[in-house]
């Protein structure tokens, strides 16, 4: 933070003078107090999209989900405004494996609810170049009076943000399922859009799909009417109509279409509640309860950080070979079911995907170098509702837990990802997901906090919301408003925070706020006296502790234990059939790891049954370490693969390659 005042002592005694009382205030008042060295911070590398030129302000689609074919059919509907100046002569969307039959412009906007452009005309479009990463531009040529686009197309049956499940699949077995997983950058893969989290539309849907199914999307789904707004357009289809009238980046665009019940959470009841969860009817009622606590979650956050902006909370409970633990889809988190756990000890995620309606769909990462911004806030203020809603002890568990996940991935990261804002120009976006932007960036944000003090911390991040509300903001924009409330009036702070330090060096810097917790400190001490061997498997109250405590036992154990070892814990705690998917899954590895046999029947069931790609990652990672274990992976795989989702394959696949990602 100096540095850039260091600089002045060369100039004239003037100048020197003149900007003494701003360095010392922070800096020039014009330049940023913390400069980071990026000339422009909104350019996404990730986007061929010129929103300087034409930019998108809603999306309208109108889509035949086809389970036979597994594609998506129909039209997008685009309201675009033009930059300053006479208009360009063509806009550039994101595409990805998509095939694009017609593309049309209006004269007048066609995207608002009810209200259909009047005439259309057909348009000259092109598409460039796959690129591996980005995909295709589609270019559309336009006059300068066009204020929408129109283009009818199709998904391919590989779209990778889709996964289109057999009724095997699915808890009920005896209907398909589809969903969507837009982010990072796979949008693009089922609609043709500006797919860029700087730029922000709002939406709405006709989705037709076939009876018995239900349609519903990160939007004003109303759960009480089964066919909400639509109507039955003819006897064996459906309509489902959706409106997201808030602007939201493309990547919390969302749709799941599947045999789906629904069940409020809300203790208001009825329609007068806002929460709710969705799940196929078999899955509804564990559902229910281990989620009960939705409601006081989303209040917990209103009283501190400012109101729920979104109508309804609701969740969508997706079959077991969703890539990811959850996924913040406005108005419906999309979660995995490995999380119902049967005792709530897994519920931080709906913490973490509920926060996110503050940081990351309220403001937003404007590219995929802020990344930090939506996920390092967002696991901020997952635990201050832990902390709220189970207590400072369970918090500062998930805290340590965090963190020891951090230290252990940096092991294995280069320097260059270990910095907040990770330049990922050329890279798959997908390259960001790592513990950095969560572990670090919310060491970071609890760092501030306890040199500030919370009620300070507080105002400023309910200011920070309500400020950049419905906005794209970069870490530069962060920065600026960090300096603002802080920094500038107390120059003592830079020396203890080194800010520039956090968000552009690698590793952990001094004076961090490292969490402790004495409940786990405990339980390490346990594990240390049952690897020395001074006290029996049966001896440890596992079985009485919560499923934090039993991962930081598992994980605090030597890297090797011999079989014996590996067989008094099984025997003891269970593990092998273990119903809790982290205790399950830290088990498996540590069995992979041990060449522990008795598990490997479970380890094929797990990796066949779960497709979550934090669980099956490493435990593919483990296994290619020996050919026995290599012959193992391959083996399941082949089972397993036609069940993942494509982007779980790519990483699989790039594990069973050798490539490791
Ligand atoms: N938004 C993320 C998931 C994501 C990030 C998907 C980047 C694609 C690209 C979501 O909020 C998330 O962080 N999910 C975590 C769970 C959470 C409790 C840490 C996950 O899925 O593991
Ligand atoms: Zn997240």
Redesign the pocket.
């Known amino acids: 933070m100096r540095a850039p005042c260091l600089k002045l002592h060369l100039a004239p005694l003037a100048i020197l003078a003149a900007l003494a009382c701003a360095c010392i205030c922070g800096c020039s008042p014009k330049g940023p107090m913390f400069p980071l060295d990026n000339p422009a911070p909104r350019a996404d590398t990730h986007s061929y999209a010129k929103p300087e030129e034409w930019k998108m302000t809603r999306v309208f689609l109108d889509l035949d989900v086809d389970f036979h074919r597994k594609v998506l059919r129909g039209t997008a509907l685009l309201d675009l405004e033009h930059g300053p100046g006479s208009p360009a002569a063509a806009v550039i969307l994101d595409t990805r494996a998509l095939t694009v039959e017609k593309a049309e412009w209006s004269a007048s906007q066609g995207a608002k609810p009810g209200a259909e452009a009047e005439t259309w005309s057909d348009a000259e479009f092109s598409l460039g170049p796959d690129d591996p990463i980005l995909g295709a531009p589609l270019r559309i040529e336009l006059p300068a009076e066009a204020r929408a686009v129109r283009i009818t197309y199709e998904t391919s049956p590989g779209a990778v943000a889709l996964q289109w499940l057999e009724p095997a699949q699915t808890a009920g077995k005896k209907q398909p399922f589809l969903f969507s997983?837009s982010?990072?950058i796979q949008a693009r893969s089922w609609i043709p859009l500006q797919d860029s989290p700087g730029i922000r539309v709002t939406y709405g849907a006709k989705i037709r799909v076939p009876r018995p199914l239900r349609a519903v999307m990160s939007a004003d789904t109303n759960p009480f009417a089964e066919d909400a707004s639509g109507k039955a357009i003819d006897a064996s289809t459906l309509e489902f109509r959706f409106d997201q009238p808030k602007p939201i980046p493309s990547y919390l665009i969302a749709l799941a279409v599947g045999d789906l019940a629904f069940a409020n959470l809300d203790p208001r009841g009825g329609r007068q509640g806002r929460t709710g969860v969705y799940a196929e009817p078999s899955v509804l009622p564990r559902a229910a309860s281990e989620f009960a606590d939705t409601e006081k979650m989303v209040e917990s956050i209103e009283a501190r950080f400012g109101p729920y902006r979104w109508g309804r909370y609701d969740l969508l409970i997706l079959p077991p070979s969703f890539p990811?633990?959850?996924?913040?889809n406005p108005c419906l988190t999309f979660a995995?079911p490995t999380v119902i756990a049967g005792d709530k000890s897994l519920v931080?995620?709906v913490a973490?995907?509920l926060a996110?309606s503050w940081s990351?769909n309220l403001v937003t990462n404007a590219t995929w170098r802020d990344?930090w911004l939506?996920?390092g806030f967002?696991?901020y203020l997952?635990r201050r509702i832990l902390e709220d809603i189970y207590g400072k002890d369970r918090a500062d568990m998930e805290a340590v837990l965090g963190y020891r996940t951090l230290l252990d991935e940096m092991k294995t990261l280069p320097e260059k990802d270990q910095i907040l804002y990770v330049d990922l120009k050329g890279r798959d976006?997908?390259d960001g997901?790592t513990q950095v932007p969560?572990e670090k960036g919310a060491l970071f944000l609890r760092t501030i906090e306890g040199a500030v003090g919370r009620e300070k911390f507080d105002a400023f991040l309910r200011s920070y919301f309500d400020k950049y509300a419905f906005q794209s903001i970069t870490t530069q924009d962060f920065l600026g408003e960090l300096a603002d409330a802080f920094f500038r009036e107390d120059p003592r702070l830079g020396s203890k925070i080194p800010v520039l330090a956090w968000v552009t060096q690698p590793g952990i810097p001094e004076g961090a706020a490292i969490p402790s917790s004495p409940l786990l400190k405990h339980v390490a001490e346990a594990a240390a006296a049952f690897a020395d061997g001074k006290t029996q498997a049966a001896s440890v109250p596992f079985k009485r502790w919560s499923s934090l405590e039993q991962l930081h036992f598992l994980r605090s154990l030597p890297k090797g234990l011999d079989a014996a070892r590996m067989k008094a814990l099984d025997e003891a705690f269970g593990l092998t059939h273990s119903g809790n998917s982290e205790v399950a899954a830290e088990w498996l590895l540590m069995s992979v790891r041990n060449g522990y046999s008795p598990a490997y029947p479970r380890l094929e069931s797990f990796l066949i049954e779960v497709g979550?790609?934090?669980f099956i990652k490493p435990l593919y990672e483990e296994l290619v370490k020996t050919p026995e274990g290599r012959a193992r992976a391959l083996a399941i795989y082949a089972k397993a693969r036609p069940g993942y989702h494509p982007m779980a394959v790519a990483t699989v696949d790039g594990i069973l390659q050798g490539k490791g990602k």
């Open positions: 997983q982010q990072a990811f633990g959850g996924m913040e995995t931080s995620l973490h995907e996110h990351g990344f939506n996920e967002t696991t997952e976006p997908d997901f969560y979550r790609r934090k």
